[in-house]
């Protein structure tokens, strides 16, 4: 079946005590067993609950997977795949990364002997350069966030297959409505279901979807090991959200493309980053990678007058009134951030100058609202400030 029809129904059948159909919230925390060990297939909710198989069915068949595997947060789901690691091994990771994803990795699993070099995966060969003997994992994310950077997900898998290492796609940017990395190579998808997914704003959640027997085991017992589960309320809430996540991704996509062509023309902007635009760096790699470019841009404000780029990113941001200034992406309004003070404020200054995450960056998350409607809220914000 078709994206489309699958984000309707998939692991969603009507109920069979009472024909419902949308699936029952089973908020029980334990399940009776008609004997010791005796039982219809759960026990104890952490270790599985009926609402969550059905959005890990769900979201396994979005990305055309074998399994899926549904968290508290994306980060919950991070933090499972990285407890597959031991100390000593090392992981190649995109440099251009969620700030949250930089800060697990140096500040929380560095100190237990886990290593990480960043690499700009634009050149593929840049990645077959920092494999080591102990590298265990390859992370990245496509299109990057803020600087939407588009890399080649079959290329760089071609090289971790080659060498047998595990490759991990964040694809919360894109969705499976726009890439499928496991169809091109990827060995496990994680998804901060926060975004797209749920798409309103109301959950934060995470998940992981693979096709790998063993390595599927391996992290269906940690997610009942380490505990980071999401509650059966919340996966409701998720399952209603991916029913519309291909018109909402549709609709972004379209009117970011359309913002992002006519921010290009700007006067007050310098430079805008979209895949989708024949100026992006990768923009060939992307019409054949994507369905769709997304719904997400970052773009570079001019300095005012005064020659401060700050202070009129600050007031640009303050003077939106249909755009929300705030952090997160994904959802059906449309959300505008700056990086460097808000969502990468936790990657050190440095490595910020280095990708390109300045003063002026601005990153838009375009929703579901009439691109005129946006389109003029920007303009009247540029000429404010
Ligand atoms: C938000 C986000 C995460 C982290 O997910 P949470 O649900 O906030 O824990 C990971 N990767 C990307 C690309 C994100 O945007």
């Known amino acids: 079946m078709k994206l489309d029809t699958l984000a309707v129904h998939a692991g969603q059948h009507p109920d069979p005590t009472s024909g419902a159909v949308m699936p029952p919230i089973v908020l029980s925390s334990t399940f009776a067993q008609d004997g010791p060990g005796v039982h219809k297939g759960y026990e104890y909710s952490r270790s599985g609950n009926p609402t969550r198989n059905t959005l ?17 947060s994306g980060l919950g789901a991070t933090t499972t795949i990285l ?53 265990k994992m390859v992370w990245l994310e496509t299109p990057t966030n803020p600087t939407l950077k588009v890399f080649d997900i079959a290329a760089l898998a071609k090289i971790t297959k080659a060498h047998k290492i595990p490759l991990v796609v964040d694809n919360t940017f894109a969705t499976p409505v726009i890439q499928r990395p496991l169809e091109l190579g990827a060995d496990i998808v994680m998804h901060s279901v926060t975004k797209y997914l749920n798409g309103h ?38 399952l209603r959200g991916i029913k519309t996540l291909h018109l909402r991704v549709e609709r972004a996509s379209r009117s970011a493309l359309a ?3 006519w921010l290009e023309a700007h006067p007050a902007v310098a430079k805008v980053h979209y895949p989708g635009l024949a ?19 970052s773009f570079v404000i001019k300095p005012g007058a005064d020659g401060d780029t700050l202070a009129r990113a600050r007031k640009f941001l303050s003077n939106v009134q249909v755009f929300a200034c705030a952090e997160s992406l994904g959802g059906v309004e ?46 009247q914000a540029f000429a404010r400030s």
């Open 56 to 72: 890990e069915a769900c979201i396994a068949a979005l990305e055309g997977a074998a399994h899926g595997l549904s968290f508290s």
């Open 279 to 297: 100026s992006h760096g990768q923009h060939e790699v992307a019409k054949r990678q994507m369905a769709l470019f997304g719904g997400m841009i």
């Open 201 to 238: 704003s109301d959950v934060v959640g995470g998940a992981i979807a693979l096709n790998d027997d063993a390595l599927h085991e391996k992290l269906r017992f940690l997610q009942n090991a380490l505990g980071p589960i999401p509650s059966p309320f919340d996966c409701f809430m998720v």
């Open 259 to 261: 913002l992002a062509q």
């Open 83 to 135: 407890h597959t690691l031991r100390p000593g091994d090392h992981v190649v990771c995109g440099d251009d990364v969620y700030g949250g994803t930089f800060r697990i990795l140096k500040r929380c699993f560095e100190p237990f002997g886990v290593k990480t070099s960043f690499v700009d995966f634009s050149d593929p060969s840049r990645l077959e350069k920092a494999i080591t003997a102990e590298t």
């Open 334 to 379: 449309s959300l505008i951030e700056h990086p460097a003070l808000m969502t990468h404020a936790s990657v050190p200054a440095e490595q910020r100058a280095e990708l390109g995450i300045d003063d002026g960056l601005i990153r838009v998350s375009v929703g579901v609202e009439h691109v005129d409607d946006l389109r003029d809220d920007l303009e």
